[in-house]
C-alpha cells in the first residue's frame, strides 16, 4: 500500500483570499507587495494599509506567492479563505552598497558578465534573442564571489518584454548562479505574466512563436501525462533503462483525485529531435492539468533544462487548434 502525503492548497467555501502583508523583523505593513500564482496572469497586490484580497477559485491547486522590492519571496502551499492570513516577508541582505559599488569601476566586466546573465536567464533561442530586459540597471553582480561563479542580484523585480511571445513579464529573482568551470546554472524566483499583444509583431506570429515554443516543453509533457492521452501519440517518448516506451499509467500515480510523477527512477523524455533527461528530488511529484508541476521535485537536463524565461508560457495559454 503506498501512503502519500499531500501537501495540496485547500479552499473553503468562499473563493476570495483575504491577508495582510507584513515585514517578518518590524512587523510593519509592506505596500505594493505583488500576491500571485506563480506563472500565470492572476495576482494583486496590497493597498496602502498592507491589505490584499485575490480570487483563487482557478488556481486553488496552486501554491501561493508573494513577493515585495527588497524581500525574499514567500511560497504558500497551505492557505485557507476562511481567515485573514498574515504573510511576513524577510528582508534581503546581500550588501548590496558593495556589489554597486564595485560594478561602476568595472563597467567592462559588467557588460560580459550582463551577456552571460542574459544568455542564461533568457535564453539563447529566436525568441529569447529579442526578449528585453527595461530594467537592467537593477542588475548588479557581486565580483567578491568565488571566481568561478557568477552571483548575479536584482533590487527590483526584472520587468520583461518578451517581443515574440507578447507578453510582459515580471520576474522576482531570488537566486542566480552561473558555474563557469562546469558551464551550468542555477536560478531562482518567481513569475507572472501580462498579455501584452499591442504594438509587437503580427498576432498570427506571435501564435505560431507561442506553439512552437509550447510543442516539447514541460508544459506540453505534464499536460499530456494528465491527459491521459497517448504519448507517443502525442510525440513524446518516454523510457527508463530499457527501450520499451512507457505510457502514462505506468509513471503517474492518482491519489484522491490528485496526480503524481513517479520518482523511483530517473527518466528519458524525447520530443522529435528534442532529449531530456528528468532526475527526481522527491518520491513523488505533484501536477495539474494546466501542466504546472512541484519544481522542486524534479531536476532537468537536456532540452527541458535548457528552456529558459524567453520561451515560458503562462500557465493559462492553450494552444490554438
Known amino acids: 500500500m503506498v501512503f502519500l502525503v499531500i501537501n495540496i492548497c485547500t479552499v473553503g467555501y468562499t473563493q476570495v483570499l483575504k491577508g495582510t502583508v507584513v515585514d517578518s523583523k518590524t512587523h510593519q505593513v509592506i505596500r505594493l507587495a505583488s500576491v500571485y500564482f506563480n506563472g500565470t496572469f492572476v495576482g494583486t497586490s496590497s493597498d496602502q494599509q498592507g491589505r490584499f484580497e485575490l480570487d483563487v477559485s482557478k488556481n486553488s491547486s496552486m501554491p501561493l506567492t508573494v513577493s515585495a522590492i527588497g524581500y525574499y519571496s514567500v511560497t504558500l502551499d497551505d492557505y485557507a479563505t476562511d481567515k485573514r492570513l498574515e504573510v511576513q516577508l524577510q528582508p534581503k541582505d546581500y550588501g548590496l552598497q558593495e556589489v554597486v559599488t564595485h560594478t561602476k569601476s568595472l563597467k567592462s566586466r559588467r557588460q560580459r558578465n550582463l551577456r552571460i546573465f542574459k544568455d542564461e536567464f533568457l535564453g539563447t533561442t529566436i525568441n529569447s534573442e ?130 503524481f510523477l513517479k520518482g523511483n527512477q530517473k527518466l528519458y523524455v524525447s520530443y522529435g529531435r528534442n532529449v531530456s533527461y528528468i532526475n527526481f528530488l522527491k518520491d513523488y511529484v505533484y501536477f495539474d492539468k494546466t501542466g504546472y508541476f512541484d519544481p522542486a521535485g524534479i531536476n532537468w537536463q537536456g532540452a527541458m533544462g535548457e528552456q529558459r524565461v524567453g520561451d515560458w508560457l503562462p500557465n493559462e495559454y492553450w494552444p490554438i487548434q
Request: proline share 2%.
Open 130 to 259: 529579442i526578449c528585453v530586459i527595461l530594467n537592467e540597471s537593477d542588475i548588479t553582480f557581486n565580483y567578491n564571489s568565488d571566481k568561478d561563479t557568477l552571483k548575479a542580484f536584482a533590487s527590483k523585480p526584472l520587468e520583461i518584454d518578451n517581443k515574440a511571445l507578447g507578453y510582459k513579464v515580471t520576474y522576482y529573482l531570488d537566486k542566480f548562479e552561473h558555474y563557469k568551470r562546469q558551464n551550468s546554472t542555477f536560478f531562482r524566483g518567481n513569475i507572472i505574466f501580462t498579455e501584452d499583444i499591442a504594438n509587437k509583431l503580427n498576432p498570427k506570429h506571435i501564435e505560431e512563436n507561442r506553439r512552437n515554443a509550447y510543442l516539447g516543453s514541460r508544459m506540453h509533457f505534464f499536460r499530456i501525462l494528465w491527459s491521459k492521452d497517448d504519448l507517443n501519440a502525442k510525440g513524446f517518448v518516454v523510457r527508463k533503462n530499457t527501450f520499451d516506451d512507457l505510457k502514462s499509467k505506468d509513471v503517474v500515480i492518482e491519489y484522491n483525485d490528485n496526480k
